[in-house]
């Protein structure tokens, strides 16, 4: 079954994970909202950056001199509104810094946080039910490519994560499909392969929502994605755009993505 006869809008996300500092932060957010601005790069594209937290209301100064331009991002929260979490960021706290979208579920917090299936389809409610975007983040380990996993892995975590979702709120949901094997390596997923995932990852989509609601998701390509290779991923019908770490952090670099993002 096909369910990619359209595509839907690219949005392009920079994850700058744990980098940057203070005036770094403000200098990156402030130099891509302004390339995005100047060749009116938001009117076919939406841009996201996600900064650590503690950066990110110097980050929403810098964005908000070009309005519209681009979004503001969190690369994590907790599921509780407020309380004894010691440590932890809450959904409403994220939205009075002018978050609008929110990673879960990033290949870092599963694997290096350990962050188990409840908590992360916890923190997809708590997004969607705070009325922000959620980037729902999923991918295979090398070894489960290795042994044919692949669609089975991203099937799990895809179906786990949206489990308590309606077709209504799935409008905010984008998905990243970040091979874990390809974050960070150098070792970016062929064109082929990053299509043929995410295509079974839509078809997932479609199974659990039907045709329409499936094809309107969002499908990032994140691992390895550079200015020389976003062209050709996001060539590909069911690669809707990227989640950049290392090149997100060079603002004409990413600039670079997001244009051939723009195309
Ligand atoms: P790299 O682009 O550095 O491989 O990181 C990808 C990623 O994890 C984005 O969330």
Redesign the pocket.
């Known amino acids: 079954m096909s369910t990619s006869a359209s595509k839907p809008r690219s949005i392009v996300g920079g994850?700058w994970k744990m980098n940057t500092d203070k005036s770094s932060a403000f200098a990156l957010a402030r130099a891509v909202a302004q390339g995005v601005s100047q060749a009116h790069l938001h009117s076919r594209v939406d841009v996201a950056v996600f900064p650590p937290f503690p950066y990110l209301l110097p980050v929403a100064e810098a964005l908000a001199a070009f309005p519209g331009a681009v979004m503001l991002g969190a690369q994590d929260c907790y599921i509780a509104d407020k309380g004894a979490f010691t440590g932890e960021v809450s959904v409403p706290m994220l939205k009075d810094c002018g978050v609008q979208a929110v990673l879960v579920g990033?290949?870092e917090r599963r694997h290096v946080i350990h962050e188990g299936d409840d908590l992360i389809e916890a923190k997809v409610q708590a997004v969607l039910n705070a009325g922000l975007t959620c980037v729902l983040?999923v991918g295979e380990k090398l070894e489960q490519r290795e042994t044919g996993q692949t669609n089975t892995i991203n099937e799990r975590q895809v179906r786990n994560g949206l489990k308590h979702v309606s077709a209504d709120l799935l409008k905010r949901v984008v998905i990243?499909y970040?091979p874990v094997w390809?974050?960070?390596t150098g070792k970016t997923a062929t064109p082929a392969d990053a299509q043929s995932a995410q295509h079974a990852i839509r078809n997932v989509l479609a199974d659990m929502f039907g045709d329409q609601p499936a094809a309107a998701v969002r499908i990032q390509y994140?691992?390895?994605?550079n200015a020389a290779n976003a062209a050709s991923l996001m060539a590909e019908v069911d690669v809707n755009g990227g989640?950049?770490?290392?090149?997100s952090l060079k603002p004409e670099d990413f600039l670079a993505i997001i244009k051939a993002a723009a195309h």
């Open positions: 994850n990033h290949s983040c990243a970040e390809a974050i960070g994140g691992g390895s994605m989640l950049i770490g290392g090149a």
